[in-house]
């Protein structure tokens, strides 16, 4: 499905984002042995508002509402997440940055971490929306901050334990997993999108 890609998220967590106790509908879905319900398209728009429910029950027109096509203007912090993170409601803002359909939003800062970044990339941008520590659902990439670290990692439960999380980076070789008590997160910020800044 679109929007599962364009949320950025897994079927199984985009299920639970929704409030739905199984995926499996979302499987059949996406194998097209099955149309979305008018309750599967309610439950998505509840939670997406920017997804056309016409769109989503028909095919018919765009997926973004037309209140949604226009660019959204975000915030852009140009030192590094590390620098700029602890102290984001003070920072000054270094400009803005234009994303069309990247919607519900707070602000792009850049990394420079090597453990998350491509391996031909200089840095990335990272378009973020803040979430609640509860939000925070496994498989999906955030920057949090816990103690006096900023991490940008993938977030994943530890078995049998949710409230125990491992971070995961990209680059696995040279930065081994953390591991962190969820109640040691003061901030967190799910990475909607993220823009890779090229090496010259």
């Known amino acids: 499905m679109m929007v599962i890609e364009w949320a950025g998220m897994t079927i199984n967590s985009f299920s639970r984002h929704i409030g739905l106790q199984r995926a499996e509908n979302l499987y059949h879905i996406k194998k097209g042995n099955y149309g979305i319900s008018e309750d599967l398209a309610d439950r998505i728009t509840a939670y997406f508002p920017m997804i056309d429910r016409t769109w989503l029950l028909s095919g018919i027109g765009n997926m973004l509402t037309d209140t949604h096509h226009a660019s959204e203007r975000l915030p852009f912090y140009n030192n590094d997440i590390t620098d700029t993170m602890h102290a984001i409601d003070a920072a000054p803002i270094q400009g803005e940055v234009h994303l069309p359909y990247i919607t519900d939003s707070h602000l792009v800062v850049r990394s420079t971490s090597r453990a998350m970044n491509e ?5 990335t941008d990272l378009i973020l929306r803040e979430v609640e520590i509860d939000d925070v659902i496994q498989g999906n990439e955030y920057v949090l901050i816990f103690g006096d670290r900023v991490e ?3 977030v994943r439960y530890v078995a049998k334990d949710s409230n125990k999380w491992r971070l995961v980076a990209r680059n696995r070789d040279e930065y081994p997993d953390i591991f962190i008590d969820r109640k ?14 090229l090496e010259s």
């Open 119 to 123: 391996t031909l990339s200089a840095a």
């Open 152 to 154: 940008w990692r993938r």
């Open 184 to 197: 040691e997160v003061s901030r967190a910020w799910r990475v909607v999108a993220r823009i890779a800044i």
